[in-house]
Each structure stands twice: as structure tokens, then as C-alpha cells.
């Protein structure tokens, strides 16, 4: 059985010197730290550090161009130096697998690696196969993902190997974070991270800093549970500072994680299918966003999973919860955008009930906002630019629609924006015009980038109660906590992580 996962900065530069950013490594908590020789391009200065300073474990990698190095030398040149660098005894020494290169003689343990810009085969087994009967101190085998189902094949193939033998099983690129992180759940030999951003030494790789902060690297073990959010994109999502510190406020043992997904419904259909599948992996709940909440529900239905009357009249589940028998489909959204509008004193306690409400937009968002309003008797008129799209929306739930261009003539107590407009970076844009914000009007954004839109600071301005979508989207994140881990989530954290971002 392997000891505890390591984790590894690279350092790539010379400057600022590399004793200065092995000491930071260390104290930002790095177990072993990788010297790229191909990118630090001063050959001395490395050879210097591994004569004097002996504080931690060292990896000594000179990257050829063909696997993603900075080597700009020629091959002759590139391995005399891992000859030099290896005579100095290095902790590792890292060389290609396909260089085809004998280890140099030295004192170190040899990581023998592969690097695969181009994407992954199919038969990952291969591959780990034919290095594995090697027998090299350490099998290090990085891919590339195209989305989260491929990350999900390259921690299989740590799950069956790592245990027994040290072993580095990664995927590069934004959908490769999974593989990274998890890589400690699955007992790899090491993950990478980066000493600060823009430092990386391979696409996708986290900092140290959001690793352990972030993505809760000192807690992860073998039983924690994963979550994450499915999209396309994610890398923007609020999901991973909020439900991760969150988590970490509550004492839960999980993490959650940024899961892209391509966008289309055979690409979620396979992920969902592949992690129900595995069980092994731990999914207990995850988060579903723009494009795939349609899809969502369109897989709960298809495989006799039960969704909530809400998720049904949305059309839409942005929650999955893990039951015993499966998944259940939920939408939060709804909910979330309820407990939003009820933060304000003339909506609070029951008082929303019957409310006139004008929504702009006959989207996601709207769907989800009307369905709620119109179960707590508001009558509702939707607004949109699409006016077919608007009056389908009404005739499916059951309540008005009007024409776009009317907007500015609507008298609802409450107004509610769900279109885009005003979001980052249109942030000098508002759906409607001054004159129909009524200082008695409730006006509610559902935008939460920025917080403060133009409409809400043309609505505030003139008097109007203003609620922001940050307050929506943190009611919807504390119901998707109260789900998966059944108990009521900590607001000030969300609302701090959500602030801090
Ligand atoms: P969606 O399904 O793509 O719908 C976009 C809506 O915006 C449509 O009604 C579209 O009108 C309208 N629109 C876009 N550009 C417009 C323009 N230039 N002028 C007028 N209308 C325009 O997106 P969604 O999922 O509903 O999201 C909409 C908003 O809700 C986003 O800003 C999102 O951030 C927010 N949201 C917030 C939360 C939260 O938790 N706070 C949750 C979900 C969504 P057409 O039909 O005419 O194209």
C-alpha cells in the first residue's frame, strides 16, 4: 500500500531564485517538488539547488518538446543533462517512456512517464500495461480530456493500479481538475500543482493555494463523497468556493468539483451513466447548469428515475441526489428564487402570495421563477423578446404573456428580470427604461454577475426595494446542501464564499 498522496509543485522559471521559491513551496505546503529543467533554462541554478539545498524531495525532469517540454535544444543535448542532473542524485528522475532512453546511472528512483496531448485511447489499459511490466519506481501517465467522462476512465485505471504500485494517473486540460484532485481519494503516488497562476507546467493544473484551499486537498481520503456541478462551460461556475467552503464550515467529508461536459444530451447521458455504473467513484449529488438541465431531466425520464412535481412543471433539474435506488431529479432554481424575493420586507411572511409579478425573459431562469410564483397564486405576465417563445411559456404553466416592446407599460408589484441583459460584461445594459421602475416596485435580478446590475442601481436609485440575484443563487445552493448532506446550510458562508470570488 503506497503512503499518502504527495503533492508536488512544479517550478518552471529561474526567477524569482529557485532556493526563494523552493522555501515558498514548502511552506505553502508542498510535499516534493518537481525542477523542470526544460522551462528553468539555466541548467546551473538547478544543479546548484541540488547540491546545496536538501530540504525536500526532489523530482528532475528535462521535457522533451514532443511531450509538451520547453526543451528548444537537440536531443543529444537534452539527455546529457539528464545524465549531469542525475549524478547529483535527485530524489526522481523523470524520464519518457517512449524517449526510449536507459536511466543514466545516479542514486534516484525513476518515474517513467507518457504524455498525451492529443486526447486518450480507448484502451487506456494498453497503455498502463505495457508500462507497468516495466517496473519502474513510479508508472506517471497524463492524457488529455475532452470532458469529465474521460477524467472518469483515467481515475478507473488509478483505482485498479494505485493501490498496489506508485503510480500517476492524471488528465490534462479544464476538464482534467477531477483527476487531479481526486487523485488522493484513489491513492496516486502525487498530484501537481502550480506555485502560483500562470506558472503551470501543464494545462488544467491547479495552484497550490486552490488546491488545498479551494478543493480541500489536506481533508480528502479514501470515503469522501464527490459532487460537482455538469455544464458547458464551468470554469466560470460559483459552485466549487461556495459548496466546497461550505462543506468545510459544516465538517461534511466531500468535495465539489467544476464537471464539464460536452454539450450535447449523449455526452451527459454517458457521464450520468458511467458514474451510476461505478459506484466506487462516490458521486453523492451534483449540480446541473447551463446547457444540460433540459438534458437532465430528459436521462432521469428516459432511465425511470422519479423528478419532483417542481423539476416537472421547470422542465428542467439543475440537482441530482443520490438515493439508494438511483438518482432523483430536483430544481432548486424554483425555490431559490422564493426564498430571494422573500428577503425583502414587503414579500417576507407569506406576504408574496398573490403578488402581481411582470417577468422579462421565457427562458431557464423564467421557467423556474414563474413555476414558483404561480404555485404561491402570483399572477404572472412574461415578457420577452421572442414573443412565440413567451407565449408558449404562458400557455405551458398557465398565466399571461405580452409583447416585449410593452414591458416599460407593465405594472406588476414585482419585476423580475431573467433575461441577460446587464450581465457581465454588458454591465452598462438594463431590459427596461427608467420610467418603469415605480418606487413601490419589488424589482428582482436574477443576475448574480455583477451583484449590483444597472437595473438595480436605476431601481434603488428611485426608491424601489432591490433584490439581487447573489440571494438566489445562494437559496438554490442551500437547498442543494440540504439534499445531499440533510441539514440546513451555513448562509453567511455561502454568502462570504460567493463575495470573496
Ligand atoms: P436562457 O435560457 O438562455 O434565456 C435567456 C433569456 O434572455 C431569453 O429569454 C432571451 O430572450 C433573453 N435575452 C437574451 N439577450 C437578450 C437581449 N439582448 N434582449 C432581450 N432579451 C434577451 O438563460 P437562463 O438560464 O434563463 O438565464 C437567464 C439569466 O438568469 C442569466 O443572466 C443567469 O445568470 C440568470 N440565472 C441566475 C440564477 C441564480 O441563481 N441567480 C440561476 C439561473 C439563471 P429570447 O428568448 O428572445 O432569446
Not at 469 to 478: I, K, L, N, W
Request: glycine share 8%; charged share 25%.
Amino acid at each position: 500500500m503506497p503512503a499518502d498522496t504527495l503533492l508536488a509543485v512544479s517550478l518552471t522559471r529561474s526567477d524569482p531564485p529557485l532556493p526563494e521559491q523552493v522555501r515558498a513551496a514548502i511552506a505553502g505546503g508542498a510535499d516534493i517538488v518537481e525542477l523542470r529543467a526544460d522551462c528553468i533554462d539555466d541548467a546551473d541554478a538547478v544543479e546548484q539547488l541540488l547540491n546545496a539545498l536538501r530540504e525536500i524531495p526532489y523530482i528532475v525532469t528535462v521535457r522533451s518538446a514532443a511531450e509538451g517540454g520547453s526543451w528548444k535544444g537537440d536531443e543529444g543535448e537534452r539527455l546529457a543533462l539528464i545524465e549531469r542532473l542525475a549524478a547529483l542524485s535527485p530524489d526522481y528522475l523523470d524520464i519518457e517512456w517512449k524517449s526510449g532512453f536507459n536511466p543514466p546511472a545516479g542514486e534516484y528512483k525513476l518515474i517513467l512517464s507518457h504524455h498525451d496531448f492529443s486526447g486518450m485511447p480507448n484502451d487506456l489499459d494498453a497503455v498502463f500495461d505495457q508500462m507497468c511490466v516495466l517496473k519502474p519506481d513510479v508508472v506517471k501517465a497524463v492524457f488529455t480530456a475532452r470532458d469529465a467522462l474521460d477524467s472518469c476512465r483515467v481515475l478507473e485505471q488509478l483505482r485498479r493500479r494505485g493501490r498496489s504500485r506508485p503510480l500517476v494517473a492524471l488528465a490534462m486540460g479544464e476538464a482534467g481538475l477531477l483527476t487531479r484532485v481526486l487523485a488522493k481519494k484513489f491513492g496516486a503516488f502525487l498530484t501537481f500543482a502550480s506555485p502560483w497562476p500562470g506558472a503551470e507546467s501543464a494545462p488544467g493544473q491547479p495552484t497550490i493555494g486552490d488546491l488545498r484551499k479551494v478543493y480541500r486537498w489536506d481533508r480528502i481520503a479514501e470515503q469522501t463523497r464527490v459532487f460537482g456541478v455538469a455544464g458547458w462551460p464551468v470554469s466560470h461556475s460559483l459552485g466549487p468556493r461556495v459548496h466546497n467552503a461550505a462543506m468545510e464550515a459544516e465538517g461534511v467529508d466531500g468535495v465539489y468539483l467544476p464537471l464539464p461536459v460536452e454539450p450535447t444530451y449523449e455526452r451527459l447521458a454517458a457521464l450520468l451513466d458511467y458514474i451510476s455504473d461505478n459506484a466506487w467513484l462516490d458521486f453523492a449529488g451534483l449540480s446541473v447548469t447551463i446547457p444540460h438541465k433540459q438534458n437532465a431531466a430528459r436521462w432521469l425520464q428516459g432511465r425511470g428515475k422519479p423528478v419532483s412535481d417542481m423539476a416537472r412543471r421547470c422542465g428542467a433539474v439543475n440537482t441530482l441526489v443520490r438515493t439508494s435506488d438511483g438518482w432523483l431529479g430536483e430544481n432548486t432554481d424554483a425555490g431559490g428564487a422564493v426564498d430571494a424575493l422573500e428577503t425583502a420586507p414587503e414579500l417576507a411572511n407569506g406576504a408574496l402570495d398573490g403578488k402581481t409579478v411582470d417577468i422579462l425573459g421565457a427562458g431557464g431562469a423564467a421557467r423556474a421563477v414563474a413555476a414558483a410564483l404561480l404555485e404561491r397564486g402570483c399572477q404572472v405576465t412574461i415578457f420577452n423578446r421572442d414573443r412565440r417563445r413567451a407565449a408558449d411559456l404562458a400557455s405551458q404553466l398557465g398565466c399571461a404573456s405580452a409583447p416585449w416592446d410593452k414591458r416599460a407599460a407593465g405594472s406588476g408589484d414585482v419585476l423580475i428580470n431573467c433575461t441577460s441583459v446587464g450581465m457581465t460584461p454588458d454591465v452598462g445594459a438594463s431590459p427596461v427604461p427608467e420610467s418603469r421602475l415605480a418606487p413601490s416596485t419589488v424589482v428582482f435580478d436574477t443576475i448574480y454577475n455583477p451583484a449590483r446590475t444597472k437595473l438595480l442601481a436605476s431601481a434603488a436609485a428611485r426608491g424601489c426595494t432591490i433584490v439581487s440575484g447573489v440571494e438566489m443563487f445562494v437559496g438554490q445552493a442551500a437547498r442543494q446542501f440540504t439534499l445531499w448532506h440533510g441539514r440546513s446550510a451555513p448562509l453567511r458562508v455561502l454568502r462570504r464564499a460567493i463575495d470573496g470570488s
